[in-house]
Nanobody, 121 residues
């Protein structure tokens, strides 16, 4: 069974750095796009960054230049490095992956359980 397991996150002061990582378990047949989304209290979940199998990345304008997404396709992991953090980055961060569990199964949308990132002085 495919699962996305997140690690990292935590609390940091403004201007600090954090890292969140996500590992896909269950040995799926194929993983295409992987990414990170976040949801702040009272707000809708929003895209933070995505990365393709070829390494092409896409960032939300609010994090561009401060966050970096990377991927290890051999290990089925994706990591988000967050620098110059701001209080408005505070949210629960969710890992997302487009996963094809077997070659005969259609690709599906999988989510991690979420990890808290808090930026506060």
């Amino acid at each position: 069974q495919v699962q996305l397991v997140e690690s990292g996150g935590g609390s940091v002061q403004p201007g600090g750095s954090l890292r969140v990582s996500c590992a896909v378990s269950g040995r799926p047949f194929r993983i295409s796009i992987m990414g990170w989304y976040r949801q702040a209290p009272g707000k809708q979940r929003e895209l933070v960054a995505t990365i393709t199998t070829g390494g092409s990345s896409n960032y939300a304008e609010s994090v561009n230049g401060r966050f970096t997404i990377s991927r290890d396709s051999a290990a089925n992991t994706v990591t988000l490095h967050m620098n110059s953090l701001k209080p408005e980055d505070t949210a629960v961060y969710y890992c997302n992956a487009q996963v094809q569990t077997e070659w005969w199964v259609q690709e599906g949308d999988y989510w991690g359980q979420g990890t808290q990132v808090t930026v506060s002085s």
